[in-house]
C-alpha cells in the first residue's frame, strides 16, 4: 500500500495531461495571451484608436496612477464596497442555502425565488433599482410611511454607495445560497446521523460539521465574491455614471473611462493591474485565513 | 461515462465543428459596410431609396446598440476591422479625428460645407473629417397647465432669466409635489449641456479663439451659475430622466430637455399641455437664446476597405431629402442641412419648429482632443456648487483653471 | 430509518423566509407590473398603480419582430453549447487540480483563480485583436471560444472535489482501476452537485452576456438576445420600459427554466449510501 501511495505521489501521470491538454491550449490563446497583451499594454501610451503610435512609457502609467487622486477615490469606494457587502451578502446565502437545504413542501418555489435576481440581467435590474430609488420612487414611499424623511438615496454622495450597496446584497445573495447548497451536499449524511445519536444540538452540528466540512465551498464563495465586488462597474455606470461628486466612482469605473472615453488604455490596464494585485493579494489572505491546503495523498 | 456527459461532449464536439460557420455571406456588388445606431425601421427606408439610386453598391448596415456602442467601434479601430462608413457622435468625434483614425474629407465636404448647419463639427486642425447628419439642441419645455394654475401667462413662455425665475418661483410655491425648474443632477455629459446655455446666453465661452487657454473664468459665466443654482432653490434637482418623468407627469414646471420628449410625449403623457421655447436669454436687451448643439456625423475610417462607397453613401445619406425623411421617422434629431425647417413638416408642428430654429444660435462644443476632460472639470465643478461644496465664484475659477491646463498640456497626436 | 427521520428537523423555515422572499420578489412584481402597462412609461412611484392597466401589447411587438426567433435561437445555443464546453473542461480540470499531484499544480491553480481577476474591460480589446488574428470574428466560435473554458467551473469543481471523501477513488484505484475510468465512473457521478452549479452559472453569463457578443459578432444572423433587446428598447436618450421589461422577462424564463431543471441535480443525501457500497 505504502509502496503504491509514493508511487502515485509526484509520478507523472498520462491521465492527468489527457484531462488537462486541450484545456490549456484554449486558456492559452484565449485567456493567458490577452492578459499579457493587456499587462504589456500597461507599460505603454496606447491608444486603440491609434495603436500605430504607441510609446512605451516604462512604469510611467503606474506611477501616474499612484499619484492620481481619483485612482485612491475609487480604490477606497471599491473597498467600502467590498467590505460592506461581502459579509452581508456571505451570511445571507449561507443562512439561505441552510435553510432550503432540506426537503420542505415549496421549498424549489423558495429557491427559484432567491435565485430570482440572478436570471435578469444586471442592466435591467440596475434600471429598476435606479426606478426604485428615485425621489417619488417605492423606497422613498416607504421611508415616508414608517414615519422617516426619506434620504436622496442616488443623488445624496453620502447615500449613494450605500444604496448600490444594498442592491448588490439583494442580487447577489441568491446566486451564493446555490453554491452553498451544492457545498452541502457533498457532507455525507451520516456524520449528522452519527452526531444525532452522540446527542449534539442543531447548533453543535452547524459549528463542528457543517461549517468546517464547508470551508473549500465558503473559500470559494468569499474568492469568488471579492473578485467579483472588487470590479463592481454596470451597477455604478447604470444608475449613478460615478456620481454624485465621485462618490460611486469605482476602480472600474475609473479604468473603463480611461480606456473608453479617454482612449488611454495603457494607462487602463495600469490601473487593472495595480486592482489585480490587490485582489490577488486578498485571496491570498482568505486561503491562508481559512488554512486550506492542496490536494492530498 | 454516463449518459449526460456522452451528449455533452457529443454536443461539445459537434459545436467546435460548427463554430466556424456564420457571418454574411458575400456579394457580387461592390459593398459599403455602415455602422450606424437608428432603428432599422427608421434607417432602412432611406437605405432603399440610396440603392435604388445607386444599384452598383450593396450597403450592408448594422445597427449597433447605444450601450457599449463605442466600445464596438474602438474594439474595430484597434484591429484594423473598420466599417466603411460609421456613424459617430459629435462628442466621440474629435478623439477619432485628432488621433488620425478616420480619412481626410477636407476636399470632398468643401463644396457642402455652406450647405450644412455646424459644419465646424467636423473639423478638426484645420481639416474635416467627416461630415455632419443630423444635428440636435435642447431647448425649454414649459407645462402650460402649471403656469396657468401658478397665475401665469400662458400665450408665450418666459423668455428671459428673469420671467424664467419668477415663473418657477410660483410653480415651486404650488406644492403638491410640483417643481418649478428641473435642474440636472450631476452626470456626466448631460449636466454640462444645461448649464452651458446659460453661458453662452449670457455672452460667457469656453476657450479662447486660439484655443490655448481658457477664457472659461468670466462675469457672464459665473451669472449663468448663479442663475442656475438660484433656479434649483426653486425646483428640483435630478437626474434627466427623472426629470422627464416629472415633466411628463405634470409635476414639473419647466426644464431644458431634448427631441428625444416629442416621441415620449403622445405615448406616455398625451393629453400633457405644453410648449417648448427658446432658452431664456439674460435680459429683453442683451444676450441670445443660446443653446447647446450636438449630433451624428458620417466618417470613413483611414482603414476603410471601400472609401468612394463610403462617401456615396455619407454624401446621400446627408443631403436633405434623405436626411429629412430620417428625421420625421426619428423626430430626436433634425438634419444638418442649412433651410430644413422650410419643410411643411416642421412647419405643421411648432414645438418641433423651435428646436430647429434653436438650432439657429445653438453652439457646438470645441474640437479640440481634450474636450472631453474639458466638459468633465466644468461638471465637476458645477455639480460640486450643486451640492453646496463650493461657492459658484470657487467653481467657475477652479473649473477655469482645469481647462486652462488641459488646453496647454494637450497636443494633438500625430498620425 | 428512524434514526435518519429524527435528525431531520421540521420544517419551520418557511415561516422566516417567508417575508424575505417577499422583498426579493417585490422588484420583480414591479418588473411584470411595468411590462404590461401601455405605453413606454417609466413611470415608477406608485402613482402608476392608481393608473394600472392591462396590456400584452409589449410582449407582442417583441414577438412579433422577425428576427426575435433567430435571436432566441443564437442565445440558446451558444449558451448551450458553453456550458456543455464549462461542465466538461470544469470537472476534468478541476478533479485533475484537485487531487493530482504534479510539478505546478499550485501554480495552475493560482493561475486559474488570476484569470478571474482582472476586469473584462481592459482584456475587451487584446481578445479582439486575437480573435481577430485568427479571423474568427463575425462566426459563432467568437462566440462560444473564449468561454468554452472557464475559470469559474474550474474552481468550484476544485473546491467541491476537496470536500469529497478520497475513499472510493482509493478503492478503486485498489481494485486496479485505470485514473480515466476512475474519474468517469465514480468521480463524475459525485460531482453532479457541483456540475449542477457551474451549468446553471455558465448558461446564466452566456444567455445574459453583452458586451463579447456585441463587439465580437457584426451580423444581424449572429445577434443574441440582450443585444437584440437592447437593441429594440434602449434609445440614446430613452428607455422604452414596457419593451425592455416585456423582453427581460421573455428571457428571464430559460434561465429560470435551466435553474429548475439544474437545481434538482442539488438534492439531499447523494452522497449517502455510496460509502457503504
Given at each position: 500500500m505504502t509502496a503504491r501511495a509514493a508511487k502515485r505521489r509526484g509520478r507523472f501521470e498520462p491521465a492527468t495531461w489527457i484531462l488537462l491538454s486541450p484545456w490549456i491550449l484554449a486558456l492559452i490563446v484565449f485567456v493567458a495571451y490577452p492578459f499579457g497583451f493587456s499587462f504589456a499594454l500597461s507599460f505603454y501610451d496606447y491608444s486603440p484608436l491609434n495603436p500605430a503610435a504607441a510609446k512605451f512609457l516604462g512604469l510611467a502609467n503606474y506611477a501616474e496612477a499612484l499619484k492620481d487622486p481619483l485612482f485612491w477615490t475609487a480604490l477606497k469606494n471599491t473597498l467600502v464596497f467590498v467590505f460592506g457587502t461581502i459579509p452581508f451578502t456571505t451570511s445571507l446565502a449561507l443562512g439561505l442555502a441552510l435553510g432550503l437545504k432540506r426537503a420542505f413542501k415549496g421549498r424549489d418555489f423558495y429557491r427559484a425565488g432567491f435565485f430570482l435576481p440572478t436570471v435578469v440581467s444586471i442592466v435591467v435590474i440596475s434600471l429598476v433599482w435606479k426606478g426604485l430609488y428615485a425621489p417619488e420612487g417605492p423606497l422613498s414611499a416607504l421611508a415616508q410611511s414608517l414615519g422617516l424623511v426619506p434620504p436622496r438615496w442616488l443623488l445624496d454622495p453620502n447615500t449613494a454607495l450605500a444604496s448600490i450597496m444594498a442592491m448588490d446584497v439583494w442580487a447577489a445573495s441568491g446566486y451564493y445560497m446555490v453554491i452553498f447548497l451544492a457545498g452541502l451536499q457533498a457532507i455525507p449524511e451520516e456524520l449528522y446521523e452519527a452526531a444525532a445519536l452522540e446527542g449534539a444540538s442543531s447548533w453543535q452540528r452547524l459549528r463542528h460539521i457543517t461549517l468546517p466540512m464547508l470551508k473549500p465551498t465558503f473559500l470559494f464563495v468569499l474568492v469568488v465574491n471579492s473578485v467579483r465586488s472588487l470590479q463592481i462597474f454596470t451597477e455604478v455606470f447604470v444608475m449613478t455614471g460615478g456620481g454624485p461628486l465621485h462618490s460611486t466612482v469605482t476602480s472600474v469605473f475609473y479604468l473603463y473611462e480611461q480606456a473608453f472615453y479617454k482612449f488611454r488604455l495603457g494607462y487602463a490596464s495600469a490601473i487593472a493591474y495595480l486592482l489585480f494585485s490587490l485582489t490577488l493579494l486578498l485571496a491570498f489572505v482568505q486561503v491562508k485565513w481559512l488554512k486550506l491546503e492542496g490536494p492530498k495523498s | 461515462m454516463n449518459g449526460l456527459m456522452k451528449g455533452l461532449l457529443a454536443s461539445s464536439v459537434m459545436a467546435l465543428l460548427i463554430t466556424g460557420c456564420g457571418g454574411a455571406p458575400k456579394s457580387k456588388k461592390e459593398t459599403v459596410v455602415f455602422w450606424q445606431f437608428f432603428p432599422a425601421e427608421q434607417i432602412q427606408p432611406v437605405l432603399d431609396e440610396f440603392a435604388k439610386q445607386n444599384p452598383d453598391l450593396d450597403v450592408q448596415m448594422e445597427q449597433l446598440t447605444w450601450q457599449s456602442g463605442l466600445e464596438k467601434i474602438t474594439a474595430a479601430t484597434a484591429a484594423g476591422n473598420v466599417p466603411d462608413l460609421c456613424e459617430l457622435g459629435s462628442t466621440w468625434f474629435p478623439r477619432f479625428a485628432s488621433q488620425g483614425a478616420l480619412a481626410d474629407w477636407s476636399d470632398s465636404t468643401a463644396p457642402l460645407a455652406t450647405g450644412m448647419v455646424l459644419a465646424d463639427m467636423a473639423r478638426v486642425n484645420g481639416k474635416a473629417y467627416g461630415l455632419p447628419w443630423v444635428v440636435g439642441t435642447r431647448a425649454l419645455f414649459w407645462n402650460k397647465d402649471l403656469f396657468a394654475k401658478a397665475g401665469l401667462d400662458t400665450s408665450k413662455a418666459p423668455e428671459t432669466w428673469p420671467e424664467l425665475l419668477e415663473a418657477s418661483r410660483k410653480i415651486n410655491a404650488l406644492g403638491g409635489g410640483v417643481a418649478g425648474y428641473g435642474v440636472n443632477a450631476g452626470e456626466r455629459y448631460v449636466l454640462f449641456k444645461k448649464f452651458m446655455p446659460y453661458g453662452w446666453g449670457n455672452g460667457g465661452t469656453l476657450l479662447t479663439p486660439d484655443g490655448k487657454?481658457?477664457?472659461?473664468?468670466?462675469r457672464a459665466n459665473l451669472e449663468a451659475l448663479d442663475f442656475l443654482l438660484t433656479l434649483g432653490k426653486n425646483g428640483r434637482v435630478d437626474k434627466q430622466d427623472q426629470l422627464d418623468e416629472a415633466f411628463m407627469q405634470g409635476k414639473l414646471g419647466a426644464q431644458i430637455s431634448g427631441a428625444w420628449l416629442f416621441r415620449k410625449i403622445p405615448k406616455q403623457a398625451p393629453d400633457l399641455r405644453y410648449g417648448v421655447a427658446l432658452v431664456p436669454k439674460p435680459a429683453t436687451d442683451h444676450g441670445t437664446h443660446a443653446s447647446f448643439a450636438g449630433g451624428e456625423l458620417l466618417a470613413s475610417f483611414?482603414?476603410?476597405?471601400n472609401p468612394t462607397g463610403a462617401w456615396r453613401l455619407a454624401k446621400f445619406l446627408a443631403s436633405r431629402e434623405a436626411a429629412l425623411l430620417l428625421c420625421k421617422a426619428n423626430q430626436s434629431v433634425q438634419p444638418?442641412?442649412?433651410?430644413?425647417?422650410?419643410d411643411a413638416y416642421y412647419q405643421s408642428r411648432p414645438n418641433e419648429a423651435v428646436m430647429v430654429e434653436q438650432l439657429a444660435s445653438a453652439v457646438p462644443t470645441p474640437n479640440h482632443p481634450a474636450w472631453l476632460d474639458m466638459e468633465s472639470a466644468i461638471e465637476d465643478e458645477v455639480e460640486k456648487a450643486l451640492y453646496g461644496k463650493e461657492t459658484a465664484a470657487t467653481a467657475i475659477t477652479n473649473a477655469s483653471k482645469r481647462i486652462d491646463a488641459l488646453a496647454k498640456t494637450t497636443e494633438p497626436a500625430a498620425r | 430509518m428512524s434514526v435518519a427521520r429524527s435528525v431531520q428537523?421540521?420544517?419551520?423555515a418557511p415561516w422566516l423566509l417567508a417575508p424575505l422572499l417577499l422583498t426579493m420578489l417585490v422588484p420583480f412584481a414591479w418588473m411584470l407590473f411595468l411590462s404590461v402597462?401601455?405605453?413606454?412609461?417609466?413611470?415608477?412611484?406608485?402613482?402608476a398603480l392608481s393608473k394600472a392597466r392591462f396590456t400584452l401589447e409589449h410582449y407582442a411587438e417583441l414577438l412579433k419582430q422577425s428576427a426575435f426567433p433567430r435571436y432566441l435561437f443564437n442565445s440558446l445555443f451558444v449558451a448551450t453549447v458553453v456550458v456543455g464546453g464549462n461542465v466538461l473542461t470544469g470537472a476534468m480540470v478541476g478533479y485533475a487540480l484537485a487531487r493530482k499531484r504534479f510539478f505546478g499544480n499550485r501554480a495552475l491553480t493560482w493561475g486559474v483563480i488570476a484569470t478571474l481577476m482582472v476586469p473584462k474591460q481592459v482584456l475587451m480589446i487584446p481578445l479582439y485583436l486575437v480573435l481577430a488574428k485568427l479571423h474568427l470574428l463575425n462566426t459563432y466560435a467568437a462566440l462560444i471560444l473564449p468561454f468554452f473554458v472557464d475559470a469559474f467551473s474550474i474552481f468550484l469543481v476544485r473546491q467541491y472535489v476537496m470536500q469529497l471523501p478520497h475513499e472510493l477513488e482509493d478503492a478503486a484505484r485498489v481494485d486496479g482501476a485505470g485514473e480515466l475510468r476512475i474519474f468517469a465512473t465514480i468521480v463524475l457521478p459525485l460531482l453532479r452537485p457541483a456540475l449542477a452549479v457551474v451549468a446553471i452559472n455558465g448558461f446564466l453569463l452566456n444567455w445574459n452576456s453583452f458586451l463579447f457578443p456585441l463587439i465580437f459578432t457584426d451580423s444581424d444572423k449572429l445577434r443574441t438576445l440582450p443585444v437584440g433587446l437592447a437593441l429594440f428598447a434602449q434609445g440614446e436618450h430613452a428607455v422604452d420600459w414596457g419593451l425592455l421589461m416585456a423582453g427581460s422577462t421573455i428571457s428571464a424564463v430559460p434561465v429560470l427554466l435551466a435553474f429548475v431543471v439544474f437545481q434538482?441535480?442539488?438534492?439531499?443525501?447523494?452522497?449517502?449510501?455510496a460509502e457503504k457500497g
Open positions: - | 487657454g481658457s477664457a472659461f473664468d468670466s483611414a482603414k476603410s476597405k444638418a442641412v442649412v433651410g430644413a425647417v422650410a | 428537523r421540521a420544517p419551520k402597462q401601455p405605453g413606454a412609461g417609466g413611470d415608477l412611484s406608485l402613482h434538482r441535480q442539488i438534492i439531499e443525501g447523494i452522497t449517502a449510501g
